[in-house]
């Protein structure tokens, strides 16, 4: 067993996490600030640890920072819709059902080559959402392309990019409901 793992892995981490940009996670904060005064909505979308993420974005953005936000993670609807729709359409269908113009779509995907997540950015964008994504593996892929603000991180390991995007959406809500640590 090499010694040396874990601490070559936290490093790495620790280098991944703080390469962001604050440029644009204050443009975040200020569209999460605007939906909250405006009485819209945060909309969260992902396949698998993303959607999981989204679950508990949405609940901590409506706990602790009073911003109504939802997600699409009930079976019911996730296979009624992949049924009826195809689930490269699902997330696409969802947002035209549940979006509304002013609303905030935050796309979640670590590949940034989910069908279902690029169909349900631009479904997001053309119902008139701001339309947030996190994505990783190549810079400029399909989902970051649909995205008004794009939180991109240099990694091709999904632990690694679904833990750093989960650590930054906390980081946001921390910030917004001031909470110190």
Do not use: P
Not at 14 to 21: A, D, Q, V, Y
Not at 52 to 76: G, P, Q, W, Y
């Amino acid at each position: 067993m090499n010694k040396n793992y874990f601490n070559e892995y936290l490093s790495k981490l620790s280098r991944l996490l703080i390469n962001f940009n604050h440029d644009d996670f204050l443009r975040i904060v200020k569209l999460m600030k605007k939906v909250k005064k405006d009485r819209k909505k945060v909309i969260l979308v992902g396949n698998g640890g993303s959607a999981a993420m989204a679950s508990h974005v949405s609940v901590d953005l409506t706990k602790m920072c009073n911003i109504r936000a939802i997600n699409f993670n009930e079976a019911d609807l996730l296979t009624c819709f992949s049924n009826d729709y195809g689930y490269e359409n699902w997330v696409k269908k969802a947002i035209s059902f549940y979006a509304d113009k002013g609303d905030l779509l935050i796309c979640i995907s670590s590949s940034g080559e989910s069908k279902n997540i690029i169909n349900g950015a631009k479904q997001g964008k053309k119902v008139g959402c701001n339309v947030v994504t996190l994505t990783g593996f190549r810079k400029g892929n399909k989902v970051s392309k649909t995205g008004h603000i794009n939180l991109w991180l240099n990694s091709k390991n999904y632990n690694t990019i679904e833990m750093i995007h989960h650590i930054w959406l906390l980081t946001i809500i921390d910030f917004i409901s001031n909470k110190k640590f």
